[in-house]
């Protein structure tokens, strides 16, 4: 019973995650595949994987919303610092070092104005500030952060520290936010390993699964301000 019982909680904490991930290398490769051609369908996927990941990874969420460990936030004060510090961390080489515009991303205007351009923008604000901070902390702080300190891990209370699990953690958030080649690595790389750092933080500070996702989800509805005030698409 307790094997079942640890293998539903699993499922529950990584389906949202596994499937957002996913999704997400299937645009690449169909990005990759039809690189130059006409058809936005298959040379811009951003425009329908972007969408398509807010409403299933959004569905599956819901259907396992009764599986994470919620409880009120904690240490607002701190939190808050965090998630703004994170928010100018990711921004700086462009404000601080006059590293050159990112550009290149999801434009909400790729359709045009109007209707579109707010539907864009609305559904890209969804995944932005509620679907990827929700299914990433459960994943990162609610999962694996008490996944690598032992087995089953719904028996390691969320906030626990351990070196390896912390270290681990870290360099994992930061590859998947790699980006580029095989070297250098991408410009979201060191900013995305001192965030893995700082998110973790708040699990250990808070012990609140609910902090971690309200630092998350502050941090990226300062930077989706920030896009549509710059056009900075790249930072999506």
């Excluded at 240490?75 to 990711?90: N, S």
């Excluded at 290149?104 to 901070?133: E, H, K, Q, S």
């Amino acid at each position: 019973m307790a094997g079942g019982m640890s293998a539903s909680l699993q499922k529950a904490y990584l389906a949202p995650f596994v499937v957002f991930m996913g999704l997400l290398a299937v645009g690449e490769a169909v990005a990759h595949l039809f690189e130059g051609q006409d058809i936005w369908f298959a040379s811009a996927p951003r425009y329908w994987v972007f969408p398509l990941q807010t409403v299933v990874c959004g569905i599956l969420l819901a259907r396992y919303w009764r599986h994470y460990e919620w409880r009120a936030p904690a240490r607002l004060g701190f939190t808050i610092a965090v998630a703004v510090f994170v928010f100018v961390l990711w921004i700086s080489p462009q404000i601080f070092f006059g590293s050159p515009p990112r550009t290149d991303g999801f434009d909400p205007g790729y359709f045009g104005g109007g209707w579109a351009f707010a539907l864009n923008v609305t559904v890209r604000f969804i995944r932005l500030v509620i679907v990827v901070p929700l299914l990433e902390e459960i994943f990162w702080r609610g999962f694996l952060l008490r996944y690598l300190i032992r087995e089953p891990f719904e028996s390691v209370p969320l906030g626990t520290f351990s070196w390896s699990s912390f270290l681990w953690v870290t360099v994992f958030f930061g590859l998947a936010h790699y980006g580029g080649g095989f070297w250098p690595p991408g410009p979201d790389f060191v900013p995305a390993l001192a965030t893995g750092m700082l998110y973790n933080a708040v699990a250990y500070r808070t012990k609140s699964l609910s902090s971690c996702v309200l630092a998350h989800a502050i941090t990226n509805a300062l930077l989706g301000i920030y896009i549509l005030r710059t056009g900075q698409w790249g930072f999506w």
